[in-house]
């Protein structure tokens, strides 16, 4: 049997690997010139491949697609990916939040990884698919270079994120010419643009242990751990979760709780207990305790009070005021970063349109699709990843010769 598995990065390679394992002919065509371009970029160069949790752990970090889902991660749980990659030679390590990364800190390592499994491949490069059309039951793959014939035809494309990487949407395109739905791709996983001025003066700061709060058509979702402002948008890992909360929704508030461990009468009791051992200062030092230095003026700002204020002469409004805004420090949304810059797409091939066990086209015998393609899409901490790898694993271990 002889199957075409269009695209080359995550999943394309190790649906290529686990399918040339079991004697099949298999060729992995990429437009770039190199293959896992994507992989190079992720976890900042690192590659966060996985996330060492259980299948439900996983499940209820999916936020499309969860049921969809469920059968293919527990053919090829977070558990079996750690131990793949670790019988492949791949030396693993887990960081916090059950994050898991190659021990050198190079993704490349993870890419060297999948084409050494894929070595049995005929491998493709520089060589970009412009048509597939199927004929009898042969699919006739047209690309840049050449005509082939297949048996089987694999979807492995991406999304439309990171586009200079080689994502740029051909899956949809391949899909509709096959009459299956596509579910117009959004941005997921990108920055936040916030219209506030002061975002410019805190570009770079980076907060720990915060709770990013919102209001998303009604829906109230918090999300505790690391941000960082840039010049024009919050960004960092609950922010950029957020956004896949966010997606195309309007009527969105955001807010921060920049001591989430506390509420509010312990907040209050302690500014107290600071207001009478720091009375005799200014304002702005009874702030340096409580937040990072380049926030405390755009604070006082926000509250409008002046840091030349002596402690002392707080009133009880004022304090009640400080407390409140550490607990809901207002931000004005504006919208979303365009899906370009986001590290992974909403949206995708309608799950409707696929077999969950098989990853095969209900409607398309001999077409398959995994990866980025499916509208499939997961907070930050590697279950992206884990989707593209379980996904092709239930494509290898399902197909029928």
């Not at 520089?126 to 297949?150: A, H, P, Q, R």
């Amino acid at each position: 049997m002889n199957i075409a598995i269009i695209g080359g990065g995550a999943s394309g390679l190790m649906a290529g690997g686990l399918l040339a394992k079991k004697g099949l002919k298999v060729t992995i065509f990429d437009k770039n010139e190199k293959f896992g371009k994507k992989i190079y970029i992720t976890g900042k160069g690192r590659c966060n491949l996985l996330n060492l949790c259980s299948a439900e752990y996983y499940l209820s970090n999916v936020v499309n697609g969860a049921k969809f889902m469920q059968s293919a991660i527990h053919q090829f749980s977070p558990q079996d990916c750690f131990n793949f990659f670790e019988k492949s030679g791949l030396k693993l390590k887990v960081e916090r939040g059950n994050r898991v990364f190659p021990a050198s800190d190079k993704a490349s390592d993870v890419t060297k990884v999948l084409l050494h499994n894929a070595r049995e491949c005929d491998l493709h490069l520089n060589e970009n698919v412009e048509n597939i059309v199927k004929k009898d039951d042969k699919f006739v793959v047209k690309t840049t270079k050449s005509e082939y014939l297949f048996d089987k035809v694999v979807l492995a494309c991406g999304g439309k994120s990171y586009p200079a990487t080689g994502s740029t949407g051909d899956g949809y395109k391949f899909a509709h010419s096959f009459s299956l739905n596509v579910i117009p791709p959004y941005s997921a996983l990108v920055p936040i643009k916030i219209k506030d001025d002061f975002c410019e003066n805190l570009n770079g700061l980076s907060l720990k242990n915060v709770a990013l709060k919102a209001q998303i058509d009604g829906k109230q979702i918090n999300l505790f751990g690391e941000m960082l402002f840039t010049y024009d948008a919050i960004s960092g890992p609950i922010a950029l979760s957020m956004s896949s909360f966010i997606k195309r929704s309007k009527n969105v508030t955001l807010s921060i709780d920049f001591k989430s461990a506390l509420n509010h009468q312990k907040l209050e009791n302690r500014l107290i207990r600071d207001i009478e051992e720091k009375k005799n200062k200014n304002l702005s030092a009874l702030l340096l305790g409580l937040l990072p230095k380049r926030l405390c003026d755009v604070f006082l700002d926000v509250v409008d009070l002046p840091k030349e204020l002596k402690i002392h002469s707080l009133t009880k409004g004022q304090r009640k005021k400080i407390v409140e805004n550490l607990k809901d420090f207002k931000l004005t949304f504006d919208k979303l970063y365009p899906i370009e810059a986001g590290i992974v797409t909403g949206g995708g091939v309608d799950l409707k349109e696929i077999n969950p066990k098989t990853m095969q086209a209900k409607k398309v015998n001999g077409l398959y699709v995994i990866g980025e393609c499916l509208d499939v899409d997961c907070l930050t901490g590697g279950f992206n990843l884990q989707t593209a790898f379980s996904t092709a694993y239930a494509l290898a271990n399902n197909i029928e010769n």
